[in-house]
């Protein structure tokens, strides 16, 4: 299973764009890289998920480069609702058994 | 809208005792997973299912079990408590479908404190 690597913690502010870089060295030829967002005392929920280039969705963009070996989310003009925790998977697109969820990327966006 | 429901939000229960988790899912998803999550460690996966009455050990199975006789139910059994199983406890579903993306929907979470 490939192992992924972000930041424990990020700040940012209101209005601004918030970029998470998520490194994974190892990934697969198969592998997607998936992206998951937590708020206190929920359960994860889906945000984004790519095989490579970009892909934009109404929440967020993932940038991935051609070699693969990390992952950007971008989160456009942030605001104080967007303080959550962000998990960056790879894994391949079998059961779902596959994707690893590390400590997350604790995004807090202040006024 | 798609639902994960789990029996408890909270939960306190005595170190010994046999504790029992349920989740249920309204989305025909053919699997099932159950998580814990602790500070700083993010979601440590503990068992899934991929079909009725089969299952698969996940990264941190000791000390657990599971049950799935029915395809919308994944139950959690804590067969003796211990203090170090106190935590969130987080269900979750997905379909197999080799055309698209399987996300996995999530269920609200159980905090359970064992004394």
């Known amino acids: 299973l490939a192992k992924t690597t972000q930041p424990i913690s990020m700040d940012s502010y209101e209005g601004q764009e918030v970029n998470i870089t998520c490194s994974h060295n190892?990934?697969?030829?198969?592998?997607?890289i998936t992206w998951y967002q937590q708020f206190p005392s929920q359960g994860p929920r889906f945000i984004i998920q790519?095989?490579?280039t970009k892909v934009t969705n109404e929440v967020a963009s993932l940038f991935i480069p051609a070699d693969r070996k990390s992952s950007t989310l971008s989160l456009p003009r942030v605001s104080l609702s967007d303080t959550a925790v962000y998990y960056c998977?790879?894994?391949?697109?079998?059961?779902?058994?596959?994707?690893?969820f590390g400590p997350g990327t604790r995004l807090s966006v202040l006024p | 809208d798609v639902k994960v429901t789990q029996s408890s939000r909270y939960l306190v229960k005595r170190t010994g005792e046999k504790v029992f988790l349920e989740c249920v899912q309204d989305?025909?998803?053919?699997?099932m997973f159950w998580y814990r999550q602790d500070p700083g460690l993010g979601l440590r996966l503990i068992y899934f299912?991929?079909?009725?009455?089969?299952?698969e050990k996940g990264d941190i199975p000791e000390g657990y079990s599971v049950s799935r006789e029915k395809k919308e139910r994944f139950s959690l059994i804590l067969e003796s408590a211990s203090t170090n199983q106190t935590s969130m406890y987080l269900c979750?579903?997905?379909?197999?479908?080799?055309?698209?993306?399987?996300?996995?929907?999530f269920g609200p979470g159980t905090r359970l404190t064992v004394l």
């Open positions: 299912s991929y079909d009725v009455k089969m299952k």
């Open positions: 979750a579903s997905s379909p197999t479908d080799k055309s698209s993306y399987n996300e996995q929907f």
């Open positions: 998977l790879v894994g391949d697109d079998n059961y779902g058994q596959n994707f690893v």
């Open positions: 190892n990934i697969a030829t198969n592998d997607y």
């Open positions: 790519g095989y490579k």
């Open positions: 989305m025909d998803h053919e699997n």
